[in-house]
């Protein structure tokens, strides 16, 4: 079965660029998108169709896919983007990454 | 606006059964496929099962395959989950989510979820 590989943590300081990755054999001819999750909370949808950002998310989140690998771009970072993310593919059947913990240190 | 309040969790002895729903409202429920995504306590995130809009077309994770059985009425703006031969492995918040229309399957609106707790 498909898989996809995020790493557990990235760590960022406040105003400066943090970017997640998802890993997955040519990911890049899959749709990927993102989910942003803070504790005790249901995950929100940041990016969709590799770089759509839904309505009411912030120009700051950006996102790419490309041969083996989709990435999310946090662009001048703020403490509240301090979350879990989560990438997701599909590939016969939905597919998630094991998730991303963003530090904002 | 778009809500999907999830019900039906609780706790349940390893073997028994259990119902979700979920229960939508803000949009066109019939015009959208459904899914079901499962969060383990401390774990992340799992993909379940998605219904397409009229019912024709579902699929399931591996992991539920044959135990557990999606639906909907869209008469009544609803979602549903049957859960067979439940597992500890099955405990889990159990969240509906709409599917978007970017046919990445992607959750555009996501319920508050329902506890499902499977132990003896």
């Known amino acids: 079965s498909y898989e996809v590989t995020q790493p557990p943590s990235v760590s960022v300081s406040p105003g400066q660029t943090a970017s997640i990755t998802c890993s997955g054999d040519?990911?890049?001819?899959?749709?990927v998108c993102w989910y942003q999750q803070k504790p005790g909370q249901s995950p929100v949808l940041v990016i969709y169709?590799?770089?759509k950002r839904p309505s009411g998310i912030p120009e700051r989140f950006s996102g790419s896919n490309s041969g083996n690998t989709a990435t999310l771009t946090i662009s001048g970072t703020q403490a509240m983007d301090e979350a879990d993310y989560y990438c997701?593919?599909?590939?016969?059947?939905?597919?998630f990454g094991g998730g991303t913990k963003l530090t904002v240190l | 606006q778009v809500q999907l309040v999830e019900s039906g969790g609780g706790l349940v002895k390893p073997g028994g059964s259990l119902r979700l729903s979920c229960a939508a409202s803000?949009?066109?429920?019939?015009?959208?496929?459904m899914t079901w995504i499962r969060q383990a306590p401390g774990k992340g995130l799992e993909w379940v099962s998605y219904?397409?809009?009229?019912?024709?077309?579902?699929n399931y994770a591996d992991s539920v395959k044959g135990r557990f059985t999606i639906s909907r009425d869209n008469a009544k703006n609803s979602l549903y989950l049957q859960m067979n031969s439940l597992r500890a492995e099955d405990t889990a918040v159990y969240y509906c989510?709409?599917?978007?229309?970017?046919?990445?399957?992607?959750?555009?609106?996501w319920g508050q979820g329902t506890l499902v707790t499977v132990s003896s």
């Open positions: 989510a709409r599917v978007g229309g970017g046919s990445g399957y992607e959750g555009d609106y």
């Open positions: 040519k990911l890049g001819d899959k749709y």
């Open positions: 997701q593919a599909w590939d016969s059947s939905v597919v």
């Open positions: 803000g949009f066109t429920f019939s015009d959208y496929y």
């Open positions: 169709q590799d770089t």
């Open positions: 219904i397409s809009s009229s019912s024709t077309y579902t």
